[in-house]
């Protein structure tokens, strides 16, 4: 018969048995042969499979490398980020600083003309911008007519007769006559320069001359002016102290133009030059330019 006690130190003395590890499974799976419950394997080789066991986890990883590469990665970025914000700053800041001066240039030149001056520089532009608008209507009423024209045969004849004379005349090989100017430039004191007369003659330009003579020469696209030998030449031809210019065009607009502070003729009169403008209701260009065939350029036939 068994003491209540006895019991309970039994009990606790088979709670006590430790349960076999899983190295001593392994172990005695090696040997072939299979540990009864509560026997504790030991030995060297339970003493190796522990160890083993305690390695399972695996090996450490040396992160070190990895987390400062990352860290060099991410520096090298910020910075990256940092100085294209600040180019792309920089090239705003430049952009502005040029657009403000452009600006505040021709506010500049602007201030310094007077009431006057700055009131005809207005009429002329609205002007010019008129016989645009009057171009462009006349252009499409040609291209109206060629399109929806009953006699479309009939009508191309006359534009391309109408064409031919207008690139004749501006060409040089038609006279012409028309409203204009007469320009009268005498230089006694030889001060003039060629530049001098090919601003004028580029003022004119701008301000709608169509047909220029200089004495006894036709001006076309061509026309050079060069300086030699103490004179003018205007396309290898010497010119004269005293000059005549006849030029076809809206004879006020011509006038206001040339006339204009700091143009032309105002630079003219600084070289000892004297000029006289005179407006006509009718100019006479009768010289013709001689043109020259063309060497090298060839026109485009197209397909049919």
Known sequence: MLH????????RSEMSTPLPTRASRRLAAQNGSSAAPGQVVSGPAVQGAAVQDAALPGPLIDQSQPAESSAENNEAGSNKRRSTVLITLLCALLGFAIVLQVRQTTTDQLSTLRQDDLIRLLEDVTVRSEQLEAEVARLSEIRSAL???????????????????IEGILSGRLPAQGP???LQISDPLHGLRASDLFNLLEELRNAGAEVVQVNDYRVTTSTAFTDG?????????????????????DPATLSRALEIPGGALPRIRLTGATVLVTPHDDVLV???????????????????
């Open 4 to 11: 209540p006690l006895d019991g309970t130190s039994l009990r």
């Open 147 to 165: 399109l929806s024209g009953t006699d479309q045969q009939q009508a191309a004849l006359e534009v391309a007769m109408q064409r031919a004379t």
């Open 180 to 182: 204009g100017i007469e």
């Open 229 to 249: 030998s103490g004179d003018i030449f205007l396309d290898g031809n010497v010119l004269p102290r005293e000059l005549t210019w006849l030029v076809i065009g």
């Open 286 to 304: 009768d010289a013709i330019a001689r043109l020259r065939d063309a060497q090298f350029a060839r026109p485009i036939v197209e397909a049919s």
